[in-house]
């Protein structure tokens, strides 16, 4: 059969398409998200640390992780050994103990924080042992719909939900933390709703 006897049969047995229908769909809302946000992103494994707008978070971040001997980022202020931007290949950031990225919002229902990509090797935030998160405390929403509807893509087009350490439960139903990225994740909230 030739493509345009293909395509020509193909057409003929296409049917009228239908709008799709209106859902009312009523997420669910909190009244303290700061406090479901914290909650939830225990829950699921992982640590907030609180601190306030004017904090030393590299001093905090070096704090949580006394251990660790390699910190990667790009985050302006924060003082890392390595610079995802200035490596020459992702595998140059393997043997990362602490990655350190900046989240754009984060959802209470179900403690994901939506990062970005925002530096050359997005690696970062899966080959770390560690991974910490910077999220102010006005990025935070009751649930998935209003985050979709604040996501912007950045030049790279590349962005991710992420919820505590990574983890499996595929074999035999038990759960392993740090399964195929970050053992720990640790979100600094940064409360930036002080009064000006």
Same mark, same amino acid.
């Given at each position: 059969?030739?493509?345009?006897?293909?395509?020509?049969?193909?057409?003929? #047995? $296409? &049917?009228?398409?239908?709008?799709?229908?209106?859902?009312? /769909?009523? @997420?669910?809302? *909190? +009244? +303290?998200? #700061?406090?479901?946000?914290?909650?939830?992103?225990?829950?699921?494994?992982? $640590? &907030?640390?609180?601190?306030?707008?004017? +904090?030393?978070?590299?001093?905090i971040?070096?704090?949580?992780? @006394?251990?660790?001997?390699? *910190?990667?980022?790009? &985050?302006?202020? /924060?003082?890392?050994?390595?610079?995802?931007d200035?490596?020459?290949?992702a595998? +140059?950031?393997?043997?990362? =103990?602490?990655?350190?990225?900046?989240?754009?919002?984060? &959802?209470?229902?179900?403690?994901?924080i939506?990062? @970005?990509?925002?530096?050359?090797? #997005?690696?970062?935030?899966?080959?770390?042992?560690?991974?910490?998160?910077?999220l102010?405390? #006005?990025a935070?929403?009751?649930?998935?719909?209003?985050?979709?509807?604040?996501?912007?893509?950045?030049?790279?087009?590349?962005?991710?939900?992420?919820?505590? @350490?990574?983890?499996?439960?595929?074999?035999?139903?038990?759960?392993?933390?740090?399964?195929?990225?970050?053992?720990?994740?640790?979100?600094?909230?940064? =409360? =930036?709703?002080?009064?000006?």
């Amino acid at each position: 059969m030739k493509k345009e006897e293909f395509l020509k049969r193909l057409r003929s #047995k $296409q &049917v009228a398409p239908f709008d799709m229908p209106a859902i009312d /769909i009523n @997420p669910l809302t *909190f +009244d +303290d998200v #700061k406090r479901k946000f914290i909650e939830t992103s225990e829950a699921v494994g992982g $640590q &907030v640390i609180e601190a306030a707008a004017g +904090d030393n978070l590299s001093a905090i971040i070096r704090k949580a992780y @006394p251990n660790a001997k390699r *910190f990667a980022s790009n &985050v302006a202020g /924060i003082s890392a050994d390595i610079n995802p931007d200035s490596v020459a290949e992702a595998a +140059d950031l393997d043997g990362t =103990d602490v990655g350190i990225v900046q989240g754009a919002l984060g &959802v209470a229902e179900n403690g994901c924080i939506w990062v @970005p990509q925002t530096m050359k090797e #997005k690696a970062v935030c899966f080959i770390a042992e560690n991974l910490v998160i910077l999220l102010s405390s #006005k990025a935070l929403v009751s649930n998935m719909h209003e985050a979709y509807r604040r996501i912007e893509m950045t030049d790279y087009g590349f962005g991710t939900f992420i919820s505590g @350490p990574s983890k499996t439960a595929d074999i035999e139903q038990a759960l392993v933390m740090g399964a195929q990225a970050s053992r720990s994740t640790t979100i600094v909230l940064i =409360d =930036d709703d002080e009064k000006q």
